[in-house]
């Protein structure tokens, strides 16, 4: 069992920045395949990115890439989701979720059986 404890989300300005945390429990957490997820009201919940065990291979949504960057601490047990130059469409909470086996569809929601509880964020124009 995989727990996830998202933190960091909070309000911001436009244009702004804030940077979320994700930490994770046990102890294989280089072995976890991490994804960012967010959901508006509203709407479903949409892929933000996602990251490999070391970081090596990160992808990214056309609506985020170039403003978002994920990034982990493996001895931290921790993912991070900086998030420059927001944008008020940003506003939603945000999701991290973990699978242990590599997703052959990183981008669905459906690949990850680990989810946290979710962080706000909001972004005022």
């Known amino acids: 069992q995989v727990q996830l404890v998202e933190s960091g989300g909070g309000l911001a300005q436009a244009g702004g920045s804030l940077r979320l945390s994700c930490a994770a429990s046990?102890?294989?957490?280089?072995?976890?395949?991490m994804g960012w997820f967010r959901q508006a009201p509203g709407k479903e919940r949409e892929f933000v990115g996602a990251?490999?065990?070391?970081?090596?291979?990160?992808s990214y949504a056309d609506s985020v890439k170039g403003r978002f960057t994920i990034s982990r601490d493996n001895a931290r047990n921790t993912v991070y989701l900086q998030m420059n130059t927001l944008k008020p469409e940003d506003t939603a909470v945000y999701y991290c979720?973990?699978?242990?086996?590599?997703?052959?569809?990183?981008?669905?929601?459906?690949?990850?059986?680990?989810w946290g509880q979710g962080t706000q964020v909001t972004v005022s124009s």
């Open positions: 046990g102890r294989a957490f280089n072995t976890y395949f």
């Open positions: 990251t490999s065990p070391y970081g090596g291979t990160t």
């Open positions: 979720a973990a699978r242990t086996t590599r997703p052959t569809n990183y981008y669905s929601n459906y690949a990850y059986p680990y």
